[in-house]
């Protein structure tokens, strides 16, 4: 008796509409359909790439399928994401779920459904994406850049607005800078200068006014500009309001004046440890004392309740091992950080800008940093976003790693943000070469916050690299003015 063939293996397919066509997913490959969620876009990505998106703590990133074939992105109401599982979560942007069912994959393909292959899709754009390992190791991701140490004889100043006034503290004595929460719970009977407290990450933190410790005039309103300055006072931690965050400045010490001897008394008495001259004395920065700033007993025995109150904190070297600092900036409307360690100053854009020739159209031109000649990237034109910022809201993020510095202009700059290493992702594999600008993303579950952090060296790798290609070709993006 002749042997009959075996039958076709049956299995389920989940069948899709992209567009006015249908196509099929193996169900085995499906862990899940679900609405399409907020997304953060990446900078550099394929066109297929919507954007990277939180799911359940895991970050995720979206795929158009109309991209990979070729089309263009249609959002429509029915529209939903499939989830595919590959050791890391996929999402599929499809128009719309047709059907789960069974059936022969040969009719599938003889149907009309065809049947994707994914790995071979996914591969246009993202080379070998769906395979790669999507986790580096811890050392070499938290490794401290070189060339970015500050060398003794500077000190490192996060600057901030109080009543129109421009103060400082050393970086070293700030632990983060955050935005000021709505509906911060005021404490009674308090002081004038005792703001309330607010919760920090499973810590109560206990808030003081800024303007009302200085003795400066009340008044003002506290909007979203508003900045908590979160300082280590002693062994606390306590947060200073003050009206906003202006800028990250890397000074020579002996450039930091004394304080006149007139000004050091009554009320304000060595509040103010020295002065810091800016634009030619134009501009005039006060450097806060932080073991001075709460000498006031009354005020003193009323925060030291809510000190008591708070999670004991480590020692900065032991909290270092579970948190990383970054300072976070705004650009085209997505939030990006880079390590505290790798940035030398945050400055405001000059007036004027001295302009290259032959240089292409992302160079802005180059600045005098303290007798430094510091070239100035346009990063939205580098990241190709549509647009200007506002200009006088824009920051130049100064980097520096081995012989090369740069600065990159940036939206705003809002805060120096502590982040536990449990709330950073790995970056899944966004480009077909390997390379990644975005190094790693702080994914903030219960603040529903998304923040893409970037690479300096790779930063500064590629700016150099397109900037010599473009010298060299001879045919700039823009001609020399």
């Known amino acids: ?53 939180n799911l359940r703590g895991a970050v995720m990133p979206v795929i158009s399928l109309h991209c990979l074939f070729g089309g263009k992105e249609r959002p429509t109401a029915n529209a939903r994401v499939v989830v595919i599982d590959r050791g890391a979560p996929i999402g599929l942007l499809i128009d719309r779920v047709a059907s789960l069912g069974s059936a022969d994959a040969s009719e599938v393909d003889g149907a009309s459904a065809r049947l994707i292959d994914l790995d071979a899709l996914l591969s246009r754009d993202f080379g070998n994406f769906s395979r790669r390992v999507q986790h580096r190791r811890v050392s070499e991701i938290s490794e401290p850049q070189a060339g970015t140490a500050i060398s003794r004889d500077e000190v490192a100043l996060v600057c901030f607005a109080v009543a129109g006034q421009d103060f400082a503290l050393p970086l070293d004595s ?3 800078v955050v935005t000021l929460p709505p509906g911060v719970a005021a404490a009674p009977q308090a002081e004038a200068a005792m703001r309330g407290v607010m919760a920090l990450r499973e810590r109560l933190l206990p808030l003081v006014s800024l303007r009302g410790l200085l003795g400066l005039r009340a008044g003002g309103h506290e909007d979203a500009k508003s900045r908590v300055v979160v300082a ?36 304000a008495e060595a509040k103010i440890q020295g002065i810091y001259r800016l634009e030619g004395g134009r501009r005039l920065v006060s450097v806060l004392s932080t073991d001075s700033l709460f000498r006031d007993r009354a005020l003193a ?51 004027t800008l001295s302009r290259l020739p032959k240089a292409p159209a992302f160079i802005e031109g180059v600045m005098n940093l303290r007798g430094h000649v510091v070239p100035v990237i346009d990063q939205r034109r580098r990241f190709k976003f549509e647009g200007h910022g506002e200009r006088r809201r824009e920051r130049i993020v100064v980097v520096t790693i081995d012989h090369m510095q740069a600065g ?3 939206d705003t700059v809002s805060e120096v943000l ?9 970056t899944p594999d966004l480009a077909a070469d390997g390379s990644q600008i975005i190094d790693r993303i702080a994914n903030i579950d219960v603040e529903g916050r998304m923040i893409l952090l970037l690479n300096p060296r790779e930063l500064l790798d590629r700016a150099e690299k397109d900037l010599l290609a473009a010298m060299g070709d001879g045919h700039p993006d823009r001609p020399a003015p």
């Open 232 to 267: 280590r006072i002693g062994e606390a931690l306590i947060g200073l309001v003050t009206d906003g965050m202006k800028e990250i400045l890397r000074v020579p010490s002996d450039e930091i004046e004394p304080v006149p001897a007139i000004l050091t008394r009554g009320a």
């Open 418 to 426: 502590k982040i536990p290493r449990s709330q950073l992702r790995p």
């Open 1 to 53: 008796m002749a042997e009959t063939a075996p039958s076709a293996i049956t299995q389920s397919f989940l069948t899709i509409m992209v567009g006015d066509e249908r196509f099929a997913l193996p169900a085995s490959d499906v862990a899940e359909v679900i609405r399409p969620p907020a997304v953060t876009r990446v900078p550099l990505g394929p066109s297929s790439l919507v954007g990277v998106a």
């Open 301 to 351: 025995e009323h925060i030291a309740p809510q000190k008591e109150k708070s999670p004991e904190m480590s020692s900065p070297d032991s909290s270092s091992d579970g948190d990383e600092q970054f300072i976070v900036f705004q650009l085209g409307g997505e939030e990006y950080g880079l390590p505290v360690a790798s940035v030398d100053e945050v400055v405001r854009v000059p007036e």
């Open 174 to 176: 700030v632990h983060e």
């Open 408 to 410: 990159f202009v940036v």
